[in-house]
C-alpha cells in the first residue's frame, strides 16, 4: 500500500470515528443489543467492530444517553441498549450540528464537478 492510501486510511479512521455516535443513536430509538447494531450498522455502509461499539456503548451509558436492560427469556442473555430522554435530546442536537457541519463541508469543497478550489 502506498504512503498516500496508509494516510487516507488513518484519516478516514478518524473521520469514522467522529460520526459513529451519531450512527450508533440513531439506531436506538428501538432497544438494540451489541451485535444487531453492528449488522444494521454494516446494512447501512458503516464498518463497525464490536471491540469499538461496545466500549462506545458503555461510554454512552456512564454519560446518561443510554440505557440498557439484560433479556434472559432466551438460551443466550443479551444486553439491550436504548435511548433514554436525555438520549433522544442528545441525538436530536447532535443531528443538527451535522446538518450544519454537512453545509459548510458542502461549501468548502463545493460539489459542482469543478477542481478542488471551486473552478468548473
Known amino acids: 500500500?502506498?504512503?498516500?492510501?496508509?494516510?487516507v486510511n488513518k484519516l478516514m479512521q478518524e473521520v469514522r470515528r467522529g460520526t459513529?455516535?451519531?450512527?450508533?443513536?440513531?439506531?436506538?430509538?428501538?432497544?438494540?443489543?451489541?451485535?444487531?447494531?453492528?449488522?444494521?450498522?454494516?446494512?447501512?455502509?458503516?464498518?463497525?467492530?464490536?471491540g469499538t461499539l461496545y466500549p462506545l456503548l458503555r461510554r454512552l451509558e456512564k454519560q446518561g444517553i443510554l440505557e440498557s436492560e439484560w433479556d434472559t427469556n432466551e438460551?443466550?442473555?443479551?444486553?439491550?441498549?436504548?435511548?433514554?430522554?436525555k438520549g433522544e435530546e442528545v441525538y436530536n442536537m447532535l443531528c443538527e450540528e451535522w446538518k450544519k457541519i454537512v453545509t459548510s463541508m458542502e461549501g468548502l469543497i463545493g460539489y459542482g464537478g469543478g477542481d478542488r478550489n471551486g473552478n468548473d
Open 1 to 7: 500500500m502506498s504512503d498516500t492510501n496508509e494516510l
Open 75 to 85: 438460551s443466550r442473555p443479551r444486553k439491550y441498549y436504548f435511548l433514554n430522554t
Open 20 to 50: 459513529i455516535t451519531i450512527g450508533v443513536l440513531s439506531l436506538l430509538k428501538e432497544p438494540q443489543y451489541g451485535y444487531s447494531l453492528v449488522t444494521m450498522l454494516k446494512d447501512k455502509g458503516v464498518e463497525v467492530e464490536p
